[in-house]
């Protein structure tokens, strides 16, 4: 019922804006206009002006539009009918019925129905704003980084929006013919340089980086500025994310560490991979893991004849499968519940699949946690790998990639060292196989499971404190979809033997990390949440390596992915070391890491603490 009452007003208030602005234009022309000749003329003018006027309304469908979002558009259709209803009735009068009539009439009936018919709906608007604005007068007031294409509309979203508690105050923007400016309404108050200023002045309780267009770089330099202020970090999608349906403009995400790492997306040789993974049987162990799931998930849009998803725990398999059966419902998938550590399963899979192409991600990763269970380490991380590796050489694998770690560099815990000894062996494997053996090294990756974020993040939502290990820890990190990228990739540059190295990017100091989480949580380090030092756990190292010094290191044809040089390994006195080592298994640990000090002369289980 309001709606109806609502169109019929407008049309009422359209009618007469024709007509009354018409009278005016009669009486700014004329000093008596309501006399003859002049009366005529004018009940003539107004009765074709009136139903021209009325066409209209109800053609440029006016009181069909909400003005409480009035916008260019609006204001746009308004003069569209105002010309018409102005220059038609003009024209007919003079033309049809011979009248004289005076220019200025007609000048003076368009800009009357202008204002008349534009005002009201703008004052209106106006009033929606500012009422919108005052009930929200208690929440956060928000500063906007950019004032490009997302940022104005973010801020146009968050005025419209009533359920918002977001209160738009201002931009950021660093192209100077912007700043001093206003959009919407809002100051352009200047560019990066004055965010801290800003933030003060303006009493900022959020502030929202909309700049999706640029270089991530960009985006970690600006974040740099704004970690030390008070305010909360948010960071609006990229547009083609709104166009395209996948989320709102207002739906703004907390800043994550991954966008504190400033780096760009990386450039993968589609051509090359494809190469080596379509049409071939693709096997993943360890697939249920974070590297694991993340291959199965990038690896499976290129077309893989059949991807074997191993693994040893039936739920993480489980959830990985039901989420590629329903991304890819076309990809054949096989999901095998098996541990390494068993050759004759393993046999029994390489025989009914003969997979082409092996990820070998399936590991025990965790250092303090291997220390202590040394020879499941050894059984997991050697035996494992040397079992699926040996399995890839009989059944005539193409190809076989082992994720590595930067831990396996001059080693001082159990897990670096076994991994060591997977790569030395997978590369003396290599010199008398037709499959070509590989081993991809990088360093922590965000998010895995037993990461340093997640219990961060976990410690923060408990109230604190943060527990670090030591100030001067450093870590190289990457985050999982970028580590997997660069391991397919590396793959396609197999000729084998090689060790490729992942450009981390820069170290990352862990203390560092952990007061960047808090801050980006809202919370002030030390004061809101607690950080402390708990020690260097056993095996661990102050900072990490990627080359042993006997590796040299070459580039590749991606800018990301290095090759360590391979090494001179004798593969009968490996053999002969490898089975005194499984004769060690389930001794005393003191026993095992003699045994590996020998296989690995790097091997030293005291931290490189200054």
Not at 378 to 407: H, M, P, W
């Amino acid at each position: 019922m309001f709606a109806a009452y609502r169109t019929y007003l407008l049309i009422a208030l359209d009618f007469s804006a024709v007509v009354f602005s018409l009278a005016v234009a009669f009486s700014l022309q004329y000093a008596n206009p309501w006399n003859e000749p002049q009366q005529g003329l004018w009940l003539m003018y107004t009765v074709v002006a009136g139903l021209v006027g009325l066409f209209c309304t109800l053609r440029m469908k006016l009181h069909r539009r909400i003005y409480q979002y009035a916008g260019v558009s609006e204001v746009i259709a308004i003069i569209n009918a105002s010309l018409v209803s102005s220059i038609v009735p003009y024209a007919a009068v003079v033309l049809v019925y011979g009248f004289t009539v005076p220019a200025m009439i007609l000048f003076h009936h368009l800009i009357g129905m202008v204002a008349l018919m534009a005002g009201p709906r703008l004052l209106w608007r106006a009033f929606c704003d500012k009422y919108s604005t005052r009930r929200r007068s208690g929440g956060y007031r928000t500063l906007i980084i950019g004032a490009g294409s997302c940022g104005t509309l973010v801020a146009k979203e968050l005025q419209q929006n009533d359920k918002s508690r977001h209160i738009p105050i201002g931009f950021i923007d660093d192209d100077p013919y912007k700043q001093r400016l206003t959009i919407y309404g809002l100051p352009v108050f200047g560019s990066r340089n004055d965010i801290a200023k800003i933030t003060e002045e303006e009493r900022i309780d959020e502030i929202i980086i909309a700049m999706p267009s640029v270089s991530k770089l960009q985006i970690s330099a600006i974040l740099n500025i704004c970690k030390p202020l008070k305010a909360k970090l948010k960071i609006a999608p990229d547009l083609q994310e709104v166009i395209q349906g996948r989320t709102s403009a207002v739906r703004v995400r907390d800043v994550s560490v991954e966008d504190l790492l400033g780096r760009d997306p990386i450039r993968t040789d589609l051509d090359n991979i494809a190469n080596y993974v379509e049409g071939k049987t693709v096997l993943v162990t360890g697939a249920g893991g974070s590297i694991g799931s993340e291959l199965c998930r990038q690896i499976a849009p290129f077309r893989p004849e059949r991807l074997l998803l191993l693994g040893h725990g039936e739920n993480s398999i489980y959830l990985i499968e039901m989420e590629l059966r329903s991304t890819f419902p076309e990809l054949p998938i096989e999901t095998v519940i098996a541990d390494v550590q068993d050759r004759k399963r393993l046999e029994d899979v390489f025989g009914k699949f003969r997979p082409a192409v092996i990820f070998h991600a399936a590991a025990h990763k965790h250092v303090p946690l291997m220390e202590r269970n040394p020879s499941e380490a050894i059984k997991n991380n050697v035996f494992g790998t040397k079992n699926v590796a040996e399995c890839a050489d009989q059944y005539g694998a193409e190809r076989f990639v082992l994720i590595s770690t930067d831990k396996a560099v001059n080693p001082t815990s159990i897990m670096g060292t076994t991994k060591r000894i997977a790569e030395m062996f997978i590369q003396s494997l290599d010199k008398h196989s037709e499959t070509k053996f590989v081993a991809v090294r990088f360093g922590n990756v965000l998010g895995s499971r037993g990461s340093v974020i997640p219990r961060f993040k976990d410690q923060i939502a408990k109230g604190g404190p943060v527990t670090v290990t030591h100030p001067e820890m450093v870590r190289y990190f990457m985050t999982i979809p970028e580590a997997v990228q660069l391991v397919i990739q590396a793959g396609a540059f197999a000729k084998g033997g090689e060790v490729f190295i992942l450009d981390m990017g820069k170290p990352v100091k862990i203390y560092d990390l952990a007061v960047d989480l808090i801050r980006l949580s809202g919370y002030e380090p030390n004061i809101d949440i607690e950080v402390k030092f708990s020690g260097i756990r056993e095996g661990e190292k102050l900072y990490e390596e990627l080359l042993t010094n006997e590796e040299g290191m070459s580039s590749t044809k991606h800018n990301r992915i290095f090759i360590g040089r391979p090494m001179q390994i004798n593969r009968t006195e490996l053999e002969f070391e490898i089975r005194k080592l499984e004769q060690v298994i389930g001794q005393h640990p003191n026993e095992i890491r003699a045994v590996l000090k020998h296989l690995v002369p790097t091997y030293s289980n005291v931290s490189n603490v200054s």
